[in-house]
Structure formats: structure tokens, C-alpha cells
């Protein structure tokens, strides 16, 4: 969902005297080191006239931003929102979303879209363009933990740069440059849009964190707080420890009945479900994504067997690690048979 600048926080943030109204920098540091993003495919378009594209949901991010004219972006859940030239938008899910020229260009016969790995379109892009050409720099970026992550799942589903440009000073300059790049035709412009728009989605991210929009529960919240933030901070830094109530505790320094209804208030379930998930979700990237063996997995996480781990990943993520295993193969299939028709 989108999030206005001007839409301050809920007073309901102000549940604790322990609130600092910033976020936690030893949590907000090593999440976002966690959250990197990594470009797959990214390129640029010269849209002139009437034009509208669907884009289908991504397994991975999906990142644009306008230079020259404006236009509609139209998202299911969340209707028609006006991107103004050197606006940037983060989709963290990689929902379906189309953009548009005009309001009336979104409809069932709008052409689906699929970013491709070549930077530019096939239209000369050194043209001259008019007042009434559109530059699209798009792209799809991966994030470095699964897309069900809870991290992840926490955030709206699109992020918008422009209702972050007057409290975050480095937004604009990025923006900037990346206007400047995509507008001009110079030698490895595209390695340099490619490089700042990594950087621009990070930007986004971390502001989001930092002003608290949104849902005031979760991980988001919890980032603003600085007792809870710590034992998050701990938690993401090593996963695999054995984080018992009491150890938890220990790290915010309070009783274990204080720290578990705490806990449970502010991020929305209790220490036990949150480090299970967190343990999950890094589980399935290692073994969809990275290839490990379910031995090496189970270790890292402080598992004493295969089969404690097998069950607790089953019971969060409602199939078995060895199917895992199988979508990383199929994965591994699909992408060579694609290079063998090449």
C-alpha cells in the first residue's frame, strides 16, 4: 500500500515511555545489510503518445522510475496513483501492476511487459525526445532473502520515493542523477542507472524503516523501539543461537513475563514464532536458492537432526525442505533447457 509523507505516525506508537521516535541503529544496520538487493534485468524505454504496459508479478522486487512525463501507476489492491517525472517506486513483492500513460489506456487488452536483461529498448534512444515522451527505467532486483520472508512480508506493497524526498536529503540527489543518466546517452550509462537505482531502493527502504509508516505493529515498529530492537538486532545477527525466553530477556534486560508480553505487544507474535520464521525463510533460501544440503542447513540453525528440523520447517513453511530442494532443480532445468534453445 502506499504511504503519505504527510501522514505522520499513529499516536498509537506512543505505547511506551520507552520509545526514542528513531529506530534502533544495531537493528536498523544489520537488516539492511540482510535486505541488499542485487540487479537481475534492468532496462530503459522512450514512450511517446498513448501507451500502457501490464507488468505480471515477479518471483523477485520490481523498481521503476519516470523521467520526462509523468504517468499512471495502477495496482489491483490499491487503484490509480500519479507518478510525477523523477518519481521511483519499489515494489518489494513483485506484485502485477501495469503503467499507463492516461487512466483510460489500463484495461483488459493493456500488452503484458516482461523485463528483459538488455538495457535498452530497440528505439533509437539518442532521439530527440518531445514535451510528450515518457523515459521508463525499469527493472526486477533480488532480494537476498525469500520473498515470504518476514521482513519482507512486512512491507507495503509498493514503496514510493516521492513521499520521502523533503525528510531524506540523499533521495533527491539520487533521483537527479539517475534523471541525468537516463535522459543522456553517455558511454556506460546504463552500468551507472543500474548501480544507483541498487542504491535508490536501499535509500527507500531504509527511510520507510526510519519514519515508521504503515502498520504500527510488526517489525517495523519494533525497529522504533529501542528494548525490542535490540533483541531483534541479536536475533537476525545469529539466527542459530539458542534463543531461549530467558536469553531473549536477558538481551533487553527485563523479566521473562515482561519481555514475552512485550515481544508479543509490539511485533505481533510471540519470540518463539518470530525465530522459527526467521530460521525458516533463511532455511528455504539456502536450500532453494543457494543449493545447500539439508545436513549443512539443519547445522547452521542449531538443529540437532534432520528430523527436528524437517518438522519445524514443515509446521512454518507448510511443505518439506526436500521440496525445496525440488524448486531449486527445476529452477536449474528450466534455465538450461531456455540456454539450449538459444
Not at 534512444?125 to 518476514?150: A, I, S, V
Not at 520515493?161 to 533527491?172: C, E, F, H, K, V
Not at 541498487?198 to 515498529?221: F, K, M, N, P
Not at 543449493?291 to 549443512?296: D, P, S
Request: hydrophobic share 40%; glycine share 10%.
Amino acid at each position: 500500500m502506499f504511504w503519505n509523507i504527510d501522514a505522520h505516525m499513529s499516536d498509537k506508537h506512543n505505547h511506551s515511555s520507552n520509545f526514542s521516535g528513531r529506530p534502533a541503529t544495531d537493528l536498523v544496520d544489520p537488516v539492511l545489510r540482510s535486505l541488499w538487493l542485487t540487479g537481475i534485468k534492468h532496462g530503459r524505454r522512450r514512450l511517446e503518445g498513448s501507451w500502457a504496459y501490464s507488468f505480471p508479478e515477479e518471483s523477485n522486487a520490481s523498481f521503476h522510475f519516470i523521467a520526462g512525463q509523468g504517468c499512471w501507476l495502477f495496482h489491483k489492491a490499491h487503484g490509480y496513483r500519479w507518478l510525477e517525472a523523477g518519481d521511483a517506486i519499489l515494489l518489494p513483492r513483485g506484485d502485477a501492476h501495469v503503467l499507463a500513460r492516461t487512466r483510460q489506456g489500463v484495461g483488459p487488452g493493456t500488452p503484458a511487459f516482461r523485463c528483459e536483461a538488455d538495457f535498452d529498448d530497440p528505439i533509437e534512444f539518442q532521439n530527440e525526445h518531445t514535451n510528450d515522451t515518457c523515459l521508463m527505467f525499469y527493472g526486477t532486483m533480488r532480494f537476498n532473502l525469500d520473498r515470504l520472508h518476514p521482513l519482507i512480508d512486512m512491507m507495503p506493497s509498493i514503496l514510493h520515493a516521492g513521499s520521502l524526498m523533503r525528510d531524506q536529503p540523499a533521495i533527491p540527489a539520487l533521483i537527479d542523477a539517475m534523471g541525468c543518466e537516463l535522459q543522456g546517452n553517455r558511454l556506460g550509462s546504463g552500468a551507472i542507472v543500474s548501480r544507483l537505482a541498487d542504491v535508490l531502493a536501499a535509500q527507500i527502504i531504509r527511510s520507510w524503516v526510519e519514519l515508521g509508516y504503515g502498520d504500527v505493529e510488526g517489525w517495523a515498529a519494533a525497529s522504533r523501539d529501542p528494548n525490542i530492537g535490540r533483541v531483534l538486532a541479536a536475533i537476525h545477527s545469529d539466527p542459530g543461537q539458542d534463543w531461549s525466553i530467558l536469553r531473549l530477556a536477558q538481551v533487553m534486560g527485563a523479566s521473562r513475563s515482561l519481555f514475552a508480553h512485550r515481544f508479543k505487544t509490539v511485533v505481533g507474535e510471540t519470540p518463539a514464532q518470530y525465530v522459527a520464521r526467521i530460521r525458516m525463510h533463511l532455511a528455504h533460501k539456502w536450500l532453494a536458492d543457494d543449493g545447500e544440503r539439508v545436513t549443512v542447513v539443519y547445522e547452521r540453525l542449531g538443529y540437532h537432526s534432520e528430523p527436528a528440523f524437517s518438522r519445524a520447517f514443515k509446521r512454518v513453511m507448510g511443505f518439506a525442505p526436500s521440496q525445496s530442494r525440488r524448486r531449486r532443480q527445476g529452477r536449474v532445468n528450466r534455465d538450461q533447457g531456455g540456454a539450449n534453445r538459444r
